[in-house]
């Protein structure tokens, strides 16, 4: 139960991280931060913020974000689909045999095998490709499961984070439209 209470206790933590990533998802990061800080307990949310002011938002960032991957590492299987919404009963035929496994064996099985399968500046044996090969067809629908899975909950948390930034900008708008602007549009009134 730690695990997943971790998974939802940093999951905004890994949000801000996938945000980071691209331009218009960084207006959304304050809210991830935000939502992180409420999830997390009040000593470490006190000092999440303080760095945050003081420009560890990057900081932050790698270490929930990381706190989180931990925790995904560590989660067996079937309690990481129990956890995402999945009735494992009904997709025990094709996935039972991985529900003792963890995500990081499942990972590192596909990730090691699409690296011997591109070469990756080394000349693999027919033997070690076919054994990729193997890895591929066995973990591949369940590590496939998984990010479809992971994409959904960041897609779904990034809606909720960006539906509250627009809610308060359109309120900021409303009150005080000179200082929006003004902050909206900084860059293109400097002298």
Partial sequence: MVLE?????????????????????????PGALEQLMNSLHEDA???????????????????????????????????YLKQAGIDTKTIKDNFGQFFSENYEIINSKIEEAKD??????????EGEKEKARENIKKYGAIYSLINLLESRKFENLRGEVAG????????????????????????????
């Fill in 45 to 79: 949310a006190l000092s999440t913020g303080v760095a945050i002011k003081h420009g560890g938002e990057e900081d932050i960032i790698g270490i929930y974000s990381g706190k989180y991957q931990k925790a995904l590492n560590s989660i067996n299987i079937e309690e």
């Fill in 164 to 191: 509250e930034n627009y809610s308060k900008s359109i309120d900021e708008l409303s009150k005080n439209p000179e200082k929006y602007v003004e902050t909206a549009f900084a860059n293109y009134l400097k002298d």
């Fill in 116 to 125: 011997i399968l591109k070469g990756r500046g080394y000349k693999f044996l």
């Fill in 5 to 29: 209470d971790d998974l939802k206790r940093y999951q905004y933590g890994r949000l801000a991280g996938r945000l980071y990533q691209s331009e218009e998802g960084r207006n959304f990061i």
